[in-house]
């Protein structure tokens, strides 16, 4: 690609970074926040087998950050002439990056957070079983940052 | 940072089979010891072989403990500081035996479970192979043999191993990979540095000849301790009330068995926060010293149901439970 093609589509190189950045920020933190809740499992699991039902929930809550990132990331591409719509100019191709930035970033920062926050609730489970809907509630509040910038991120890219 | 997530989640569940202060008065309310040894092998105790065998019992405890520990940390390096006190048991123990020739079996003179084999120190001291011992243990063992083999003063050699111990212990807190690592080691050395410095002053040494017998360790003066010490047990107490280590004070006042009981209990105190850790060593370094205090208290309480003490008497001797 020669610059001069580059610079014809700089609008849809914007929009597409912030594709790939709502996809592999949030992405990347949802999979440190899995894994991290996996392993955690795995400890009360070699030795509690029966709490895998529960502990695979809470393990699973910080992957919800990698499918909002997806999510706007498919939106933006609807919109940008690669699963539909019209190729962005420049500045439009500018505001699609910056729509994307809040789900990458607070998906990667929330995601991590709610995984730490999952660990420590899947000790609290192995400590009283019976606790499973406070021990799923403490991690659950970290989601609340991750979803109001989604919403950020999908609002502004639809007005886009 | 290495995390320990998957060990911590391990250790939660551990924690559940710790005794609790329920089980103590359980213990506490059984008729004989049997019955409190029954008590314990229906709780898991002695490897659930079933065992009322109390010695046997209890070293399967103690074995789990850091079985346990080999399985989630692999060589358990890291848990070392936990075993340095057995190490240096075990070179007093290599060299006395090796001047007395006292022929009694290894097992009732060396402990199991140290950073090295008690075999190996046994060994090294007795063909007065230092060299072979690790760095920090090399020249206290050789001046505390060749100070055994000229003077015969097993209180001497007995100083400079408990002060060789106390200094490894403290460096080592300095270089722990675990802030709960440093407060075991530093709650060991002060406490030890108390003892010390107590039967130092009651066998008749000056401030002057007691300060170089003990390790520095932070908000304790060696001076001031070793000066206190010439007041006895309330002496060295009116000194630490005025440290971090007041709570120790009235327990020491009242008699020794008192304080060592309230050293356990602060160090449970202190290490009781990494219940609420989750990725850190530190959990697992409370495991093992919880774990450790917990088969102390449950031996206190067997020997006092044996010779039949009055059951008050022995629970007061009973440590704090963490679990």
Not at chain 1, 117 to 146: C, H, N, Q
Not at chain 2, 215 to 243: C, K, M, Q
Request: overall charge negative; proline content about 4%.
């Amino acid at each position: 690609m020669n610059m001069g093609m580059l610079s014809d589509n700089l609008g849809i190189v914007y929009a597409l970074l912030g594709a790939a950045l709502a996809t592999f920020l949030a992405g990347s933190g949802s999979a440190i926040g899995v894994g991290m809740g996996g392993r955690a499992a795995a400890g009360v699991l070699t030795e509690k087998p029966e709490l895998f039902a529960k502990v695979l929930i809470l393990q699973l809550l910080p992957g919800t950050q990698g499918i909002y990132g997806l999510l706007v990331a498919f939106v933006v591409l609807g919109k940008i002439g690669i699963l539909g719509g019209t190729a962005p100019t420049a500045a439009e191709g500018l505001l699609f990056l910056a729509a994307c930035l809040p789900i990458g970033v607070a998906g990667l920062i929330s995601a991590i957070h709610q995984g730490k926050a999952s660990v420590a609730s899947i000790s609290l489970l192995a400590k009283r079983p019976d606790s499973f809907g406070r021990a799923m509630l403490l991690p659950a509040m970290v989601e609340t940052y991750a979803i109001l910038a989604l919403l950020v991120s999908l609002l502004t890219v639809a007005r886009l | 940072m290495k995390d320990y997530i998957y060990e911590v989640a391990r250790i939660r569940v551990m924690e559940n089979g710790l005794l609790t202060g329920a089980d103590f008065e359980q213990l506490l309310a059984a008729p004989d010891r049997n019955a409190a040894l029954a008590y314990l092998a229906d709780k898991g105790w002695g490897g659930g072989a079933g065992t009322l065998d109390a010695p046997a019992m209890l070293k399967a405890e103690e074995d789990a403990a850091w079985a346990l520990m080999r399985e989630l940390l692999g060589d358990g390096r890291e848990l070392d500081i936990l075993r340095l006190t057995r190490d240096y048991h075990n070179l007093k123990a290599a060299v006395k035996d090796g001047y007395a020739a006292s022929g009694l079996p290894p097992e009732r003179l060396y402990l199991e479970g140290g950073t090295i084999p008690a075999e190996e120190i046994r060994e090294a001291v007795r063909e007065e192979h230092f060299d072979r011992l690790p760095d920090a243990m090399q020249e206290a063992a050789a001046t505390a043999w060749q100070t055994l083999s000229r003077t015969g003063d097993g209180q001497l050699c007995d100083t400079i191993l408990d002060k060789a111990a106390l200094d490894a212990l403290t460096a080592a807190a300095k270089e722990a990979p675990d802030p709960v690592l440093a407060i075991y080691a530093v709650t060991t050395a002060v406490s030890a540095d108390i003892r010390i410095a107590l039967r130092a002053a009651a066998a008749g040494k000056s401030a002057a000849e007691i300060v170089p017998m003990l390790a520095e360790v932070p908000d304790i003066n060696s001076t001031l301790l070793a000066e206190a010490a010439a007041g006895g047990r309330s002496g060295a107490a009116e000194y630490l009330r005025s440290t971090p280590y007041g709570v120790l004070a009235d327990a020491l006042s009242r008699s020794m068995s008192a304080f060592d009981c309230a050293c356990d209990n602060l160090m449970i105190e202190r290490i009781r926060p990494q219940k609420s850790e989750a990725l850190t060593l530190g959990p697992l370094a409370a495991y093992v010293i919880a774990r450790e205090t917990e088969i102390k208290s449950v031996r206190l309480l067997l020997t006092g149901l044996e010779n039949g003490l009055p059951r008050e008497q022995i629970r007061e001797s009973l440590r704090q439970c963490y679990g």
